[in-house]
């Protein structure tokens, strides 16, 4: 039982980590090709509320992660170049496009993986100068993910067999709270949700969790990430901290209602399934896209009125700074 556990552990810590260090290098990465451009474009498209979501959602797609894209707007509120109200919609839309994470790591590659990593590696050696030059490092950090994937997937059918046998599964399985919890505590500390989707993935698809518990979990990783961007507007002007609090409320709203109305939601995500014809190991990635999609589609046409309500609960305040600081970012 103990040399199980102990096999279990370690298939499941190393994968976790291969997976996490490819996500990380990957954004890493992408940030390094598109930094000169966030700004700008976030400066230029942010002019109503629906160029910001696209600005936000196009940036977080590209990015692979909504984290750049907030951080990068929380300095640039800082600094005074960009107003609060208009960061609103790169909000909704950095959230929306996170969602395109889920949807790659639903594919499960046999051996292509060992392929893209090893092709990553020879190419990251040998073009170093040029446009290309991120080729490498965008084919190794892809490869990195799947093989961490492919890892974790060799620990998920003992896993799943210990799980059943034991007495605290057997008294949690069905308690929304738990996952919901864990979620929240490990993408807080992991700063990535995508982490969290794509073990999510890997549980649902091994039969481990249900889909009750897929949605709690999707609604707890949402929720975790807004801890980056506390962290980040810790100490820096008023307009900051109300854009991280808005943030949060967003994806507490969205977390709140999805647990109110969980069975129709249930409903609802099986009926998008059918009508599209998705195989139903995409549910997780499902689940994902719809919960955010929903939360824009609500929030964009009550911005202004959110707007106000995060002024008022945030409060005006004195500035933090007295003058105009460096970007955080």
């Known amino acids: 039982m103990i040399k199980i556990a102990l096999f279990i552990a370690l298939y499941f810590a190393i994968g976790v980590f291969i997976l996490n260090a490819g996500i ?75 969602t395109l994470s889920a949807v790659l790591m639903s594919y499960s590659p046999r051996y292509s993986q060992y392929f893209i990593l090893a092709l990553g590696l020879l190419l990251k050696a040998f073009l170093r100068k040029g446009k290309l030059k991120y080729t490498g490092d965008i084919l190794l950090s892809v490869g990195l993910i799947y093989v961490g994937i492919g ?80 962290i980040a507007s810790f100490n820096t002007e008023k307009e900051a901290v109300k854009m991280a609090w808005a943030n949060t409320m967003y994806n507490l709203v969205g977390c709140l209602a999805g647990l109110v109305f969980l069975n129709p939601f249930h409903d609802f995500l099986e009926g998008t399934i ?39 609960i945030v409060g005006k305040g004195k500035q933090r700074g007295k003058q105009k600081r460096h970007l955080l970012y």
Request: one cysteine or more; hydrophobic letters at 50%; a positive charge.
């Open 274 to 312: 059918r009508l599209f014809r998705i195989p139903s190991d995409f549910f997780p990635a499902v689940c994902h896209i719809v919960v955010n999609l929903l939360s824009a589609i609500v929030f964009i046409p009550l911005t202004k009125p959110y707007y106000r309500f995060i002024n008022k």
């Open 151 to 230: 890892v974790l997937n060799l620990s998920m059918p003992l896993f799943r067999e210990q799980m059943m046998r034991s007495s605290l599964w057997t008294r949690y399985a069905d308690r929304i709270y738990v996952p919901l919890i864990l979620s929240v505590f490990i993408t807080a500390v992991t700063h990535s949700s995508a982490a969290v989707t794509a073990v999510t993935i890997l549980l649902f698809k091994e039969g481990i969790v249900g889909k009750g518990a897929v949605i709690a979990i999707i609604l707890g990783s949402n929720l975790g990430t807004c801890i980056t961007a506390q």
């Open 24 to 98: 990380q290098f990957l954004s890493k990465t992408l940030l390094n090709i598109g930094e000169k451009h966030i700004k700008p474009v976030l400066l230029s498209y942010t002019k109503n509320i629906f160029s910001s979501f696209l600005s936000g959602f196009t940036l977080s797609v590209l990015l692979q992660g909504s984290t750049p894209v907030m951080l990068c707007t929380i300095s640039l509120i800082h600094a005074r170049m960009m107003s609060f109200y208009n960061s609103l919609g790169i909000i909704y839309g950095a959230n929306l496009g996170t």
